[in-house]
């Protein structure tokens, strides 16, 4: 896959962990916490789990590894995936196909078959539902977070990220990195707003 969105380093996340000081509409983090770090890895790349993953676990962090259900490395190394969920990372929705906008410049590696204008939002939607029940069976949670395949939310004319809110806690809307510069203002289904994109 040409498309890679490698290591994003996202500062200030951590939506399940936030708290809120008393009588006050401060964001705090839990005890002395100053700030969060979240890494998160697409595609699911054989380097992930030879390369990434050993040397997290040397330091004892842990990474958001968001797996493309097609990739051979899911098929093939379903017990090192499982493995690694086992010791605390984190394995996220990345859907089945990673389907992409063909139309937009730079986009010609993208196969007719995997054309995200070709695709239809609610074909689409179930297409990741079902990689949920797939990440289900690999690591046994129900609770899942979503980053969107080249940060395109239009399938086939229509914003499928929006059909997505009440199956994920999270998701991802683009690609990037940067700190989170109001934590009371950030919206877990994007860093941009859904309804302009
Ligand atoms: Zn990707």
Redesign the pocket.
């Known amino acids: 896959?040409k498309?890679?969105?490698g290591a994003m380093l996202l500062v200030m996340l951590g939506m399940s962990q936030f708290a809120f000081a008393a009588n006050e509409r401060q964001f705090q983090w839990p005890g002395k916490i100053r700030a969060a770090v979240s890494l998160s890895y697409?595609?699911a790349l054989n380097s992930h789990l030879d390369q990434v993953i050993p040397a997290l676990d040397k330091y004892r962090l842990k990474g958001s590894f968001?797996l493309?259900l097609s990739n051979p490395s899911v098929a093939t190394r379903m017990s090192e995936w499982r493995a690694a969920a086992q010791r605390g990372h984190e394995l996220g929705n990345?859907?089945l196909f990673?389907q992409?906008s063909a139309a937009l410049p730079g986009r010609e590696w993208v196969q007719p078959k995997n054309d995200l204008d070709r695709t239809s939002a609610d074909q689409l939607k179930d297409q990741i539902l079902l990689a949920n029940t797939m990440l289900h069976a690999i690591d046994g949670k129900r609770e899942r977070t979503f980053?969107v395949?080249?940060g395109d939310q239009q399938a086939g004319g229509v914003n499928y990220v929006e059909m997505l809110k009440s199956d994920f806690v999270a998701i991802k809307a683009r690609?990037g990195s940067g700190v989170t510069a109001d934590m009371m203002a950030l919206d877990p289904f994007g860093r941009i707003p859904l309804s302009t994109s």
């Open positions: 896959m498309f890679r969105i697409d595609d968001y493309t990345h859907t990673h992409c980053t395949p080249c690609a």
